[in-house]
């Protein structure tokens, strides 16, 4: 999925942040639009489908995982949410201020890096292979993570 070329950080903190955004943005503001990147902006993760569909579950009722993953899917055409593609599920986080993501190859485990942190290493992997950050200006890095190391 694509998503917009520049992001910008979004309030989506408050109740108004994510239905301006929507209406923006052009998506309707459906309950699920509304808490999706609501839950995301509050976690600071990078989540699964599956983990977003937990996390909305009210109780006496379940969230359809169909629903999530057309939202999140709905939300990152739009630029509001991201998909990190690493081993594992597909994890969606927060679009907000510009950062690099490190995944780890045994756990799945998705973290940001803000830009800033690689901003010299970025420059030098762009002039030693000629490789630049996609149109998100994201670079997915790949290891173990401290709980899967050793």
Do not use: K, N
């Amino acid at each position: 999925m694509s998503r917009s070329p520049q992001a910008t950080h979004h309030d989506t903190t408050t109740p108004q942040g994510p239905r301006a955004l929507l209406r923006r943005h052009g998506p309707r503001c459906t309950p699920s639009r509304l808490r999706v990147p609501t839950l995301l902006s509050a976690s600071d993760l990078h989540l699964p489908v599956t983990e977003v569909c937990e996390q909305l579950t009210c109780p006496g009722g379940a969230v359809h995982p169909t629903t999530v993953y057309r939202t999140l899917e709905t939300l990152t055409v739009a630029g509001l949410t991201h998909a990190v593609h690493g081993p594992g599920p597909t994890r969606y986080g927060s679009t907000g201020d510009p950062h690099h993501h490190t995944a780890c190859q045994q756990c799945g485990h998705v973290a940001a890096l803000a830009s800033e942190h690689l901003a010299e290493a970025t420059r030098s992997i762009e002039e030693l292979t000629g490789l630049r950050p996609d149109s998100s200006r994201s670079l997915l890095v790949y290891g173990r993570c401290a709980s899967c190391y050793g």
